[in-house]
């Protein structure tokens, strides 16, 4: 797997500590009380994991599976609920986490549908933003790291279903792609 990677883009140890700091900020931004967490499934699984360990307060925390690349490299533009079932929001503050932030479509589409089901406030961390223009207006209130418009797998993040308990964030080969 490891012989897949072109270039680690962040690393295991940059991240730990990036994360230390998105947990500080999230405990210190938030009102006392239950926080209701969204994980969107399964990119943000491993950032998700690692984040709210950091995070010392009540959580009741719910998945949610939205497709929007299956499986490619490219967005398909389209937002897909999945699940049969919408997690439990009305009358609560919500906090959505993402792996990363592209084209703004997934972020977007699952933030509108939280507000529809009553949460009081929405808001949304992701692990990594591309640095590109977004095709919604959205922006992440917590962003982990920045990089550019290329793309990742490691940390939760696949290609064809595969690198995503990578422990870093890197850059495929060429050749894993073809
Ligand atoms: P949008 O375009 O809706 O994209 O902001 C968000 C979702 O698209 C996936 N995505 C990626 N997955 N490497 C990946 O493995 C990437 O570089 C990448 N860019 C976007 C991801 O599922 C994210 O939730």
Same mark, same amino acid.
């Given at each position: 797997?490891?012989?897949?990677?072109?270039?680690?883009?962040?690393?295991?140890?940059?991240?730990?500590?990036?994360?230390?700091?998105?947990?500080? $900020?999230?405990?210190?931004?938030?009102?006392?009380?239950?926080?209701?967490?969204?994980?969107?499934?399964?990119?943000?699984?491993?950032?998700?994991?690692?984040?709210?360990?950091?995070?010392?307060?009540?959580?009741?925390?719910?998945?949610?599976?939205?497709?929007?690349?299956?499986?490619?490299?490219?967005?398909?533009?389209?937002? $897909?609920?999945?699940? /049969?079932?919408?997690?439990?929001?009305?009358?609560?503050?919500?906090?959505?986490?993402? $792996?990363?932030?592209?084209?703004? /479509?997934?972020?977007?589409?699952?933030?509108? /549908?939280?507000?529809?089901?009553?949460?009081?406030?929405?808001?949304?961390?992701?692990?990594?933003?591309?640095?590109?223009?977004?095709?919604?207006?959205?922006?992440?209130?917590?962003?982990?790291?920045?990089?550019?418009?290329?793309?990742?797998?490691?940390?939760?993040?696949?290609?064809?279903?595969?690198?995503?308990?990578?422990?870093?964030?890197?850059?495929?080969?060429?050749?894993?792609?073809?």
């Amino acid at each position: 797997m490891r012989n897949d990677i072109e270039r680690v883009l962040i690393d295991e140890a940059v991240i730990e500590k990036r994360l230390d700091g998105m947990a500080k $900020d999230i405990e210190r931004d938030f009102p006392g009380g239950t926080l209701v967490v969204i994980i969107l499934l399964k990119g943000a699984l491993v950032f998700a994991a690692d984040l709210l360990r950091r995070v010392p307060r009540p959580l009741i925390i719910e998945c949610l599976n939205v497709a929007s690349y299956h499986g490619g490299t490219e967005s398909s533009g389209k937002v $897909d609920f999945l699940d /049969r079932h919408f997690p439990e929001v009305k009358d609560h503050h919500v906090l959505l986490l993402d $792996d990363i932030l592209d084209t703004g /479509r997934t972020l977007h589409a699952v933030r509108q /549908r939280l507000i529809e089901e009553g949460a009081v406030a929405v808001h949304t961390a992701v692990l990594l933003a591309k640095d590109k223009p977004r095709a919604e207006e959205v922006e992440a209130d917590y962003v982990g790291f920045e990089i550019a418009d290329e793309f990742v797998v490691g940390y939760g993040l696949d290609y064809q279903g595969k690198y995503r308990n990578l422990p870093f964030v890197g850059v495929l080969k060429l050749s894993a792609t073809s």
